[in-house]
């Protein structure tokens, strides 16, 4: 056990991967939950097709909640949105209670309908984990639920960072300025994240004065930071200032993204450069 152990630890292609299945096999070990949950975690992280993937998933006589988890997890990085589903309703069929984690998928998946998964949250008790909170929270403020998204903001106890940010975004989101600003300045400890949000968000009210001015107070920036203050010029026929801050930006040694490269080209367009 210990020498297949320092084998997974190794593993980082398709073809290693395979040859721990094959191992397994010759050994009667692939039925085995905790193997078959192994095998689909690195199916996860190296993409593996979904019919090798499934192939693994089926070699379970008996799957367990932790491979029914991990299958779930897998396809839901695979962007296969009927599986996840399905995978789940055979969940509930059988009675048996995912993990945490995979209701944060779920409600992520299921875009503005995800409120149907918060009578579930609270009644498996799941509503204290950190991750399926702000899941929750974070799919009120995007949809457009912003007071119901504000009503679990003030239920919380320990408020997390990702938290504060979720429902900056989705007062910014609702066109409420004052709210966004509020917590703002209430906030305990803010990130690039929460920075960027407030530049985005005057962008889009097309105060770019706003916007550039928490752009210029930001303690740091990444590249998306950037982004958002070259978009927001550029989106406004603000050609000149995008091309001096494109420059400020690469003399600050920002390798640009494709975002960045689209900013700094449509404004050299509208100056007929």
């Known amino acids: 056990m210990s020498k297949l152990g320092a084998i997974v630890t190794k593993i980082s292609y398709i073809s290693q991967l395979r040859q721990l299945h094959a191992h397994l096999v010759l050994n009667s070990l692939h039925s085995h939950n905790y193997w078959v949950s192994l095998l689909i975690t690195l199916c996860t992280h190296l993409q593996a097709h979904p019919a090798y993937a499934a192939s693994?998933?089926?070699?379970?006589?008996?799957?367990?909640?932790?491979?029914?988890?991990?299958?779930?997890?897998?396809?839901?990085?695979?962007?296969?949105?009927?599986?996840v589903v399905s995978i789940f309703r055979c969940m509930q069929c059988l009675d048996l209670r995912p993990h945490p984690f995979v209701y944060i998928y779920l409600i992520k998946l299921a875009g503005k309908s995800g409120n149907l998964f918060h009578a579930y949250v609270l009644k498996l008790g799941h509503i204290d984990d950190h991750f399926v909170r702000n899941a929750i929270l974070d799919m009120?403020?995007?949809?457009?639920q912003v007071d119901l998204a504000r009503k679990l903001f003030e239920q919380m106890a320990d408020r997390t960072l990702a938290d504060w940010n979720s429902m900056i975004s989705g007062y910014w989101k609702s066109g409420k300025e004052a709210d966004a600003v509020m917590l703002f300045n209430m906030m305990p400890a803010r990130n690039i994240i929460t920075w960027t949000a407030m530049v985005t968000g005057y962008a889009k009210m097309k105060d770019l004065e706003s916007a550039r001015r928490y752009f210029?107070?930001?303690?740091?920036?990444?590249v998306v930071s950037w982004n958002a203050m070259l978009s927001a010029y550029a989106q406004n026929e603000c050609a000149e200032e995008a091309l001096k801050l494109f420059q400020q930006m690469l003399k600050e040694g920002i390798a640009p993204d494709d975002t960045t490269w689209v900013a700094a080209i449509s404004s050299c367009s509208s100056r007929n450069f």
Do not use: W
């Open 140 to 144: 009120y403020a995007k949809y457009g």
């Open 216 to 222: 210029d107070q930001m303690p740091e920036r990444s």
């Open 56 to 83: 693994i998933f089926t070699s379970s006589t008996s799957p367990s909640v932790s491979v029914y988890s991990c299958m779930l997890k897998y396809y839901s990085r695979m962007g296969a949105h009927n599986e």
